[in-house]
C-alpha cells in the first residue's frame, strides 16, 4: 500500500518541434494511469515509486518560455527527444541541455534520451548517440538510450524508470537505478505505429 505523504515531480519535454514531440506528449497523456488533470501544454498524474504516492507534471516545452529560469529551474527531470532520421536534431539537443544547465547550476538534472521515428534523410547512429552523450556526461545524468519496440508498453515503462531515477536521486536513500541493476531509461519510440492518438519533492512543481 502507497504511503499517504506524497512528492511532486515536473518533468518537461524538450527537443525540436519537427521531432513531433508535441505528438508523443498527447500520446504519453493518453497512456498516464489516473490522470487527473490535463491543458494544452501539461498533464498530472499520480503514480506509485517504491511504495510512495507521486504527483508528476509533464510538460511539453512552448517555443517560448515565459520566465526560463524559473520554467527549467523547476524541473526535476526532462526528456531529451530526437528525431532517429534527422541527425541535426541530435545536435540540437545541445541548446536545450544549455538551458537546463543554466538555470539549474550545480544541481544536474536526470534526463532521458528518446529516439522518436521520423521521415528524414540523415540517420542517426548508434555512434552519433554515444559521442553525444561522451559529451555531455560531466555535466548532466543522461541516461542512456536503448532500442525499444513499437508497442504503447514500453513508452511507459521508460517513463516509470526515469521517474525511479528522479524519485532515488531527491530522497537519496536509494543507490542509483543505473549501477545497481544495469537500467537504461532512454529510448527509440516509433511513433508512426500508434493506432490511438488522442485528440513536490524539492522541485518547483505545482501539480
Known amino acids: 500500500m502507497a504511503e499517504a505523504k506524497e512528492r511532486c515531480y515536473k518533468i518537461i519535454l524538450m527537443g525540436d518541434e ?20 490535463e491543458t494544452r501544454d501539461s498533464w498530472t498524474a499520480t503514480f506509485t515509486v517504491s511504495d510512495i ?10 517555443s517560448k518560455v515565459v520566465s526560463p529560469k524559473s520554467y527549467y529551474f523547476s524541473a526535476d527531470g526532462a526528456i531529451l527527444v530526437y528525431d532517429t532520421t534527422d541527425l541535426e536534431t541530435l545536435n540540437n539537443l545541445q541548446h536545450w541541455l544549455k538551458m537546463l544547465r543554466w538555470a539549474r547550476g550545480k544541481m544536474q538534472p536526470v534526463c532521458a534520451l528518446w529516439g522518436n521515428k521520423g521521415s528524414g534523410w540523415n540517420s542517426v547512429e548508434e555512434a552519433n548517440v554515444t ?42 536513500s536509494y543507490p542509483s537505478l543505473r549501477q545497481n541493476t544495469g537500467i ?7 511513433l508512426d505505429d500508434y493506432s490511438n492518438e488522442s485528440k513536490t519533492g524539492k522541485s518547483g512543481c505545482s501539480c
Request: glycine share 4%; proline share 3%; aromatic share 6%.
Open 131 to 172: 559521442g553525444f552523450q561522451d559529451r555531455n556526461e560531466e555535466k548532466v545524468r543522461l541516461l542512456a538510450k536503448v532500442d525499444v519496440s513499437n508497442d504503447d508498453g514500453h513508452i511507459m515503462e521508460q517513463f516509470n524508470e526515469l521517474l525511479k531515477e528522479i524519485h532515488f536521486t531527491h530522497t537519496k
Open 53 to 62: 504516492t507521486v504527483e508528476v507534471r509533464v510538460s511539453d516545452t512552448p
Open 18 to 37: 519537427s521531432t513531433e514531440r508535441a505528438r508523443l506528449f498527447k500520446y504519453m497523456a493518453n497512456l498516464a494511469p489516473d490522470k487527473r488533470k
Open 184 to 190: 537504461d531509461t532512454g529510448s527509440v519510440v516509433h
